[in-house]
DNA sequence: TCTGACTACTCAAATTTATGAGTACCATGC
DNA sequence: GCATGGTACTCATAAATTTGAGTAGTCAGA
């Protein structure tokens, strides 16, 4: 039942459709959750008649109609409940990691193609974060912003997600590196 | 199907009882995928009906007697497949993200109370890490053990962890600071 | 000697997440 | 004028993951 609260958490900041949200979750703009279209429209049906959200009809005369969705009385309070709640630690669960694990056993040059196309995707989150952050502060400085702006659980969650995809790229890049070093090593061996 | 090439991965650096195997993917030893110990077993069996492990009874007088298991070279030829394949994106999912997102909207008394714990976490996560780099470069630098040791794959999985760890202990503690600085703004208004 | 913790596993069920396949209508470019 | 791609959803099923409850023997400390 995590889903449920990152839905909420995503429309207590911003009312929002079935398919702006699918967007946000499937993109990774909403780099704190990931989910898929289906999953997300299913939740929804289910928050609103749980009564933690409220949907009204947007009628669309060149689109079709929406549903946009905000979070009711109930929802904040379910929200406060989960935040109080304790917390799972949250594991890394990566296909890539589980490729480098076995490095010493596979060919690499597949592995480094991996990595490097892995380096590529960082490196465009890494500039949709950076640039979603300057949106989100304006003119302000990052300091200023989180010191004094109105709404930072966004921000900090981005702030996470930028870091994280830092760290991937350089990790990746770092790996390649080695792996690239070692090749040749042993090629002239 | 990817548990399965986690287990792959893990068995191809080392003879291992699902005992052992449970333990490393739950306290997140291995720390490039997670599993609960019923899932592994599982897995196990699947695995060594599908001829990409073996396992062997070792006899124990003390302890109950256990299975090792080794990749077979159809296991090995499973794993060189996958890491060719293409990856999956990975996503962070975190309820604790989830929550800071939320932040603007409950009682930040609880949040921090949770990021505190995690930072906590977080640190404790960094020493082991560390520690576990430390046992397996030996006396060696880590640029020289990087480019000439034997076993590469499990350490750069390593500092994968580690840098992932030391990313959510500093964003932790930063995301406290400025949760705690904005109430006794509030408080002082 | 009893309690709790560790080794080493197993079985069953619920929950969550992912995959695949559609519907329907509008706008844009070739 | 027709294909491609975006908006806005839905239904069904498969696969992965988590939760809960056991079994059974060993060892160390109070």
Redesign the pocket.
């Known amino acids: 039942?995590?889903?449920r609260h990152a839905v909420l958490a995503a429309l207590l900041n911003e009312e929002l459709?079935?398919?702006?949200l699918a967007?946000a979750f499937d993109t990774g703009v909403a780099n704190f959750w990931?989910?898929?279209?289906?999953?997300l429209?299913a939740e929804l049906?289910r928050l609103e008649s749980d009564g933690l959200i409220t949907g009204r009809e947007v009628v669309?005369d060149?689109?079709?109609?929406?549903?946009l969705f905000r979070v009711t009385d109930a929802g904040t309070a379910e929200m406060e409940r989960f935040t109080a709640a304790a917390t799972?630690p949250s594991f890394i669960?990566d296909d890539l990691l589980v490729k480098v694990q076995a490095a010493d056993h596979v060919d690499t040059g597949e592995l480094i193609a991996q990595l490097t196309e892995r380096a590529a995707f960082a490196r465009a989150k890494v500039e949709l974060f950076g640039s979603l952050l300057h949106t989100m502060r304006g003119d302000r400085t990052e300091e200023d912003h989180l010191r004094h702006g109105e709404r930072i659980g966004p921000y900090l969650t981005c702030l996470r997600g930028l870091a994280f995809e830092q760290e991937n790229r350089d990790w990746c890049e770092r790996s390649v590196a080695i792996l690239n070093e070692r090749r040749s090593a042993r090629a002239r061996a």
């Open positions: 039942m995590a889903l459709s079935g398919y702006q967007k990931h989910a898929l279209p289906q999953q429209y049906t669309q060149t689109r079709p109609n929406k549903r799972k669960r």
